[in-house]
């Protein structure tokens, strides 16, 4: 198979190129009331938490690492007027205005815009307040929805870009989001997949499309080495679109074996990622609260589903499928179990590996920092307090394009 761009074999192999999204207008339209369905527990403060996240570009790229950012390539692609014209209406037919003479009249005035504006308000979300006056009958739905602020959502969880879509030895996932306020960033990468030069190379298959009934997020799906991807059953990701991923993976990649790890469904832990990361080639960090919770599950290839065998435990999994004598759990929060809740709700078990035995954190969680020094990993802090209040921490914060590979 000719090789594209895109290509991770590991969770810790050298950080080159990074799909990342600078948080921008859409979270200065959270407020109280749309808190809940928005996913946030509240509200950043813009102006520090844009410093904060061009801290963390700046961290990968001294490191060697290449900022790719969403609102580009989007932009890029929709500078393609027959691309622009068909974008404009998908995101319309994903907003649910509900009214059709309207949603024509709002299609007509974004088709008119450049590509940057249309990316702006496709991420922002289009306030009621800056589309044109015009006279129009009212439908039913107009006033139903009379207070309700947007004709488009804004989307403030972009900048978790790890869950829309993930990277899988050469091909690409195109997520499934369990939740409407998510739904329609898997819509970007699905047009920057199918258009953008980078992407759109032979050699990309895609794993999973957005269009899927059974949601998969990628705050799951850990690639742990060229054959074997850990993929987290949770409050997000669902037991039969792992199935549906293992059998294509098994079926036309390298992938030999998914191991399925199961946490609790809760807020707090939405995806595994929250609870468990790689640090190194046979370091975890894991979040002691959910220790003796998990449930792991082998799954390798089988006739029309996968073939299901349930294993003793998460160490000795790891263990059997990454071909190590012994492999170390270390246990975040410091040994402390209210600083490891504490520091969890915070992201501290949500590392991002930039090379073996490298990863960025957030400063605030000093017992997990200082235990993951003491286990020998270099630890790289960046401030978060802003960014932080989405619920997400460096690994969230990143979709990574291209590894070197171990
Ligand atoms: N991988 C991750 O755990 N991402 C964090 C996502 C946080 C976001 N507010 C959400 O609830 O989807």
Redesign the pocket.
Known sequence: MEKGFLNITSEIGNLKAVLLHRPGKELERLTPGYLEE???DDIPWLKRMQEEHDDFAKVMKARGSKIYYYETLLADVLRDEHIKNQFVVDVIKNSHVGNIELEKIIIEYLQGERPESIVEIAISGLHKEDFPKMEREFHLVDYVKYDYPFYINPL??LY?T??PGAVIGQGLSVNK?K?P??DRETMFLSYIYRHHPLFKEKGTSLWYDYQEHYPM????ILVLSDEVVALGCSE?TTARGIEILAQRLFAKGKVKKVLVIQIPFT?A???L??VFTMVDHDKFTIYPGVENAVRVYELTQGVTTPKVTPKESLEKALMEVLHLPAVQLIQSGGGDEITAAREQWN?ST?TLAIAPGTVITYNRNEATNDTLRKHGIEVIEIEGSELVR????P???SMPLLREEL
Request: charged fraction near 35%; hydrophobic fraction near 25%.
């Open positions: 928005l996913l946030f403030p969880n978790f790890r869950d989001m939740t306020a998510r997020e990628g705050g799951d997000r807020r832990y939405m995806h990622d929250t992201d949500n989405g619920r997400g921490g690994r969230c914060m």
